[in-house]
């Protein structure tokens, strides 16, 4: 099967939603127990953790942690943003810094100034989308940034979409609420699947999509840790409850180049491996031997094929033992929670 398929359907009960390109499975979405991210809070400041620099508020949802506080009172009522998921009895991460994403924009309050994709290059283009994005959003006082699905868009859309969260925007920054609230709802797999992965595709809608276009069987092979590379080599993907241990492997290749070849390998393949089993947190990679020159060529591997990963990836670096370790927002729920 050829091309890129989105397929919309329900995975043991819960919303789900796959992207096919040219037969495998490039990214998976499923609905978890927990709030999703993008999801607003008005919530109510409960008591700060000494040395920690942060504190935790109560919500609807239970108890969440905002970092990096400073001034802020027990019983102040503020307005927070779930930004992803937390481990297994952890309370809920959220932010200060509100995002309004919708198919072609994302409204910045707080941080004026309007901007277009940098995966929008023509000149031409960029100043067609500024004019368009001046005439919707001048005014509001609200910054603002002009996705990549925006090129060769027809202005009103963008236009539509600019003002519908603008007008969401005034109204949860306008609340004047007095307890704790979930005043937006985080959006679901399909609705994210239709934001987010916005290139153009075959569209599967109908009941039963999963099985007909062979989500279940590539779901199932996620499950396994096991990852095989190019040429006989392969990495394995474990996720324990301090980290993400990636392993990789030769396999039968014995030439001098093994280690790096494979350790390429891994590094192309790796934001796909995490992506399909919603894993993020700290990742530490055990890669196959190679010599120390070959090092930056390998993090510039790894960091050109996270440049497209929708999760924010720091590259921490190297430790002592040779070992690369990111560090990955836990923007998903992880596979094996959910199967």
Known sequence: MKGRTIILDHLGGREAAALMVDGRLEDLLIAGDAPPPGTIYRARAERPLKGQGGLFLTTPDGPAYLKQVKGIAP????????????????????????????????LTPGAPG???????????????????????????????????????????????????????AAQVLGDAGTGPETLVEGEGPHALAWREWSDPAENVTAAGGFAEHGVLEAIEAAADPEEPLPGGGRFFVQATRALVAVDVNTGPDGSIAAGLKANLACARALPRALRVRGLG?????????????????????????????PEDTILAGWTPLGHYELQRKRGRVPLAELL
């Open 75 to 106: 019983g102040t009522m503020l307005l927070v943003q779930v930004t992803g998921y937390g481990e297994p009895g952890k309370a809920i991460p959220v932010t200060r810094k509100l995002l309004f994403k919708t198919r072609h924009a994302i």
């Open 114 to 168: 309007l901007n277009v994709s940098r995966r929008i290059r023509d000149e031409g283009e960029r100043d067609r989308l500024l004019e368009i994005a001046h005439e919707a959003a001048g005014g509001r006082g609200l910054g603002l940034i002009l996705r990549s699905s925006c090129e060769g868009a027809d202005a009103e859309p963008i236009a539509q979409d600019i003002a519908a969260m603008a007008g969401l």
């Open 281 to 309: 947190g700290q990742i530490t990679l055990d890669l196959a031997p190679m010599a120390r020159k070959d090092r930056r060529g390998f993090e510039n591997a790894l960091r050109t094929a996270f440049r497209t990963d």
